[in-house]
């Protein structure tokens, strides 16, 4: 054996659990999780597989989007050493610290042991140790009491991102026929803008892979901070540049992207739609459009009637090509200038105009791109740079590069610029932009959420697990950012992860609304902020734990993934699929659910057809994990094809007249606009963001990080000499909602009249409060009308900081 730098720890798992269960008997949770620390687990880093070793395969993290693929090498029954999988080609063989330090995230001390139940107030913390059988008895009690008295709808259950991608999010609430609380509110601000001209979905579609980042000339990451939140697409941002590529990043702070970009363009929070409506003036004045695209592929030629702002049309049944469902849709009308008629635009022929002003049966038509000159003549490019603070010249040369520099990426992130209450205009104006110059459906171009993952290339053909038809979740009553403010009928709650804390902003209210109900019980691997105020905790265990061999398949980077078991569920945990059965069970209903991971896995690659033909279990084992499904290297593009009534980029939004936002109308943000009378009192912008060390609030867990990387805002010197705060002070925020106190960092990337904050850890990692005690949960009123709904503002939120 080699040198042993860390002590490998005495305790069997056996007489660990003895010791665990005894200590969360007398102690609580916070007695059981003393029992242990990774320095009891860890052995030396320089295993490979020999001896008693084994290794076993697995994808990592969902919500992170890159999708390593891991070969962890497991020696006693313990994880002792992660790397990258080597079975895949050179180019994905990738892994960052988050995945390399699982081997401590795993074996932390915030694990949950045991099953818990709350002795304490909600909200306290303190727990007694029970059985599997009691706690399962008593969330399936709670749920059956709470349905017979107040109606199915009165069950709430929901699972967090990365706990619905083992096996989907829906099975428990279709089978106990729960509400699920609605639109989601993360994530879709701008596409709720992007979609509504390009079609459903097309904020993905309209970018193309992640390849494909070194064939364009220019590449504008706006608010979008991938060397930090895509961590393994860095090569591609770095190839890109040796390619050529011009990479600009608009960002309110000096981030990680920007400092390795050629040019760092500092905006404003919340004033991003400000400044693409600049670079829409900025084509439009110098001619830097593309009159061949826009007649092509785009609504800028359609005729609206002046009086009403319609759009001058017909209806007519349309066949889905793929479906043959007919539907309704208006068929505009154009100017054609060879005849000098109005015609529908997709007449045999047609010449359209672009530009015009014309009557025809008393009626007085306009064509988009006119009435876009007319309805943006206020929107200078000075206008533009007062609002978001940057120089109208740096604006310019941004429309230049995006225009006429050759084929460009105009990528958000879905973080920063889309946390504000105007994303939706943000996005619309977006598609104006991409509309006018055509960067998109062609090599090395693309407008929208940056695409280089599973959103290009899928699996065509994995089945879904089907319960029987009556089994279906409640119609939502409401979405569940608005439940701590509507009245509504749930009065039991059971979360797979902590959605409470993570999954909304304003958590004082939050939290008061989940305090006020019958019962909430929470099935979680790590003692996240939620699970203080259950009245049940479940210990779920990690995805390197499994009870049998298999995990589950995950789509990655062009293959197909069969996670591997790595080691035992660790304490008394069991994997979701085993704790969702057992729920059932109460009700019977076990009958319905996959009997294990096996039979799942087999079941999904059943019909394995197409890109996956061929594909299964016993040649993943084969391969260690993992088949590649991608036959060429050609990178998938978006197309032309666009899902809306025309199959056209429409820059005009008819529906959205009455709201004034036919045209992207600038608004300010909710709250963190300039001269909101609130700045006197909370007068600094509060933003938080993605950080390498956490995705959200997990692997705060780890120690290491949790040390270097703990609860920390970022202050610039210019503010924090204002109040006296230097590095290293403990500072409390305030506004109205409510107060937490960190550490400071004062850092000279940050912009005077902001504060920026990598996005949560545990609460109980603060000294006090937590960071999701002051976010902003506005709901966009406009939006409940929109594909996604409001999304919530984390980033437009006042505060003011002092030392504490
Ligand atoms: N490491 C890590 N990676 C992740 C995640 C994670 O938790 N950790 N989560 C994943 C998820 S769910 C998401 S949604 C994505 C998000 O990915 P990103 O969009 O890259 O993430 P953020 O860090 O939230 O925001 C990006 C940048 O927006 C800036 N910003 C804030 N306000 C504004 C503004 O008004 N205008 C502009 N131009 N910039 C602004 C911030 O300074 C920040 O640098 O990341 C995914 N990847
Ligand atoms: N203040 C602020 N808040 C934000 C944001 C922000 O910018 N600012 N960003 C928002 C964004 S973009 C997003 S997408 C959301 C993310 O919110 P979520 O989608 O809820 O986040 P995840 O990281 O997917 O979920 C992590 C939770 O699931 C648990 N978990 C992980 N794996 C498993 C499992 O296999 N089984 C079980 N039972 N539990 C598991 C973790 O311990 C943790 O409690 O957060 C949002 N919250
Ligand atoms: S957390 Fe790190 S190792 Fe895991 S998938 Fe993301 S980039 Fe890869
Ligand atoms: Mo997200």
Redo the contacts with the bound molecule.
């Keep these: 054996m080699g040198e042993t730098t860390v002590s490998r720890g005495a305790l069997s798992r056996r007489s660990f659990l003895k010791g665990a269960g005894a200590a969360a008997g007398a102690l609580g949770l916070a007695g059981a999780a003393g029992m242990t620390t990774a320095q009891d687990w860890l052995a030396p880093a320089k295993a490979h597989a020999e001896g008693e070793e084994r290794v076993a395969y697995l994808c990592?993290?969902f919500h992170?989007l890159?999708?390593?693929c891991l070969k962890c090498t497991v020696r006693d029954g313990r994880l002792a050493l992660i790397e990258p999988n080597d079975a895949l080609r050179e180019e994905d063989q990738?892994?960052?610290l988050?995945?390399i330090n699982e081997i401590q995230h795993v074996y932390a001390a915030d694990r949950i042991q045991t099953p818990l139940r709350r002795v304490g107030e909600r909200g306290e913390g303190k727990f007694e140790a029970i059985t599997w059988d009691e706690a399962i008895k008593a969330v399936a009690d709670a749920i059956k009491e709470s349905q017979a008295k107040y109606g199915d709808n009165s069950f709430f259950f929901r699972k967090s991102t990365e706990a619905s991608s083992a096996h989907g999010s829906g099975y428990l609430a279709a089978l106990l026929h729960a509400e699920t609380g609605g639109n989601w509110g993360l994530d879709r601000g701008q596409a709720n803008g992007l979609d509504a001209g390009c079609g459903v979905g097309a904020f993905r579609a309209t970018n193309n892979a992640l390849a494909e980042w070194p064939l364009a000339s220019t590449i504008i990451f706006l608010g979008f901070n991938p060397l930090e939140s895509s961590?393994?697409w860095t090569k591609a941002f770095f190839d890109a540049k040796d390619a050529g590529a011009k990479i600009i990043t608009v960002d309110t702070r000096f981030s990680p992207t920007a400092s390795k970009s050629h040019q760092w363009v500092s905006v404003k929070p919340g004033t991003d739609a400000a400044l693409v409506i600049g670079m829409v003036r900025a084509i439009m004045d110098e001619g830097w459009y593309d009159e061949e695209f826009m007649k092509a592929h785009t609504g800028y030629p359609f005729l609206i009637d002046r009086a009403t702002g319609e759009v001058y049309g017909v209806m007519r049944d349309v066949t889905d090509e793929k479906t043959g469902k007919v539907s309704r849709k208006k068929a505009p009308y154009v100017w054609d200038v060879a005849t000098g008629t109005a015609r529908l635009f997709d007449e045999e022929g047609v010449d359209p105009a672009l530009e015009g002003t014309w009557e025809v049966d008393g009626r007085t038509l306009v064509t988009e791109f006119s009435a876009l000159r007319e309805a943006y003549e206020p929107y200078t490019l000075e206008w533009a740079g007062e609002v978001s603070s940057v120089d109208p010249a740096v604006i310019r040369g941004l429309a230049d590069d995006y225009a006429n520099r050759g084929p460009a990426f105009l990528c958000f992130g879905l973080g920063g610029p889309d946390k504000y209450t105007n994303a939706d205009v943000l996005g619309h104006a977006l598609v104006l932009v991409t509309a006018l110059t055509g960067n998109t459906g062609k090599k090395g171009c693309g407008t929208g959420w940056y695409g280089g993952g599973g959103a290009f290339h899928a699996t065509s053909a994995l089945q879904s697990w089907k319960l029987p038809e009556e089994f279906k979740a409640s119609k939502s009553q409401m979405p569940m950012y608005d439940m701590p403010y509507n009245d509504n009928n749930v009065h039991v709650a059971l979360t797979f992860g902590d959605a409470f804390t993570l999954e909304a902003a304003d958590a004082n209210s939050m939290l008061e609304w989940v305090k006020g109900l019958d019962f909430f019980a929470i099935c979680d691997i790590y003692h996240s902020s939620a699970v203080d105020y259950a009245d049940i905790v479940l210990p779920a265990c990690s995805k390197f734990e499994c009870d049998e061999e298999v995990t589950d398949l995950r789509d990655a980077k062009g293959y197909l993934s069969l996670g591997q078991k790595c080691i035992d569920p660790l304490f008394e945990s069991k994997t979701d699929l085993e704790i969702e059965r057992l729920i059932a069970a109460q009700w019977g209903y076990d009958q319905y659910l996959p009997k294990s991971h096996e039979e799942y896995a087999r079941h999904r690659l059943s019909k394995a057809k197409g890109n996956i033909e061929g594909f299964t279990i016993e040649k993943f084992q084969a391969n260690q994990g993992v088949l590649r499904y991608l036959d060429s290297d050609e990178p998938v593009r978006s197309t032309l094809k666009f899902a809306t009534d025309t199959g056209r980029m429409e820059p005009y939004y008819e529906k959205q007249i009455k709201f004034g936002q036919a045209f992207p109308t600038y608004e300010t943000p909710n709250e963190a606009y300039e001269d909101n009378a609130k700045r006197q009192q909370y007068p600094l912008v509060f933003m938080q963001g993605k950080s390498c060390f956490r995705?959200h609030a997990y692997y705060s867990a780890s120690a290491w990080f949790q040390e270097y990387f703990g609860p920390q805002v970022n202050i610039s010197p210019v503010d924090a000499e204002a109040r006296g705060i230097a590095t290293g002070d403990a500072v409390r925020i305030t506004n109205d909602r409510g107060t937490f106190v960190c550490t400071a960092l004062v850092n000279n990337a940050i912009q005077p009249g902001t504060l920026f904050m990598a996005e949560t850890t545990y609460n109980h990692y603060y000294p006090e409060g937590f960071l999701q005690n002051v976010t902003n949960s506005h709901r966009q009123e406009r939006c409940y009308e929109m594909t996604y709904g409001p999304q919530i503002p984390y980033n437009d939120t006042l505060v003011e900081i002092e030392k504490a």
């Design positions: 990592h993290q992170c890159s999708a390593c990738r892994i960052c988050r995945g961590i393994a995705i």
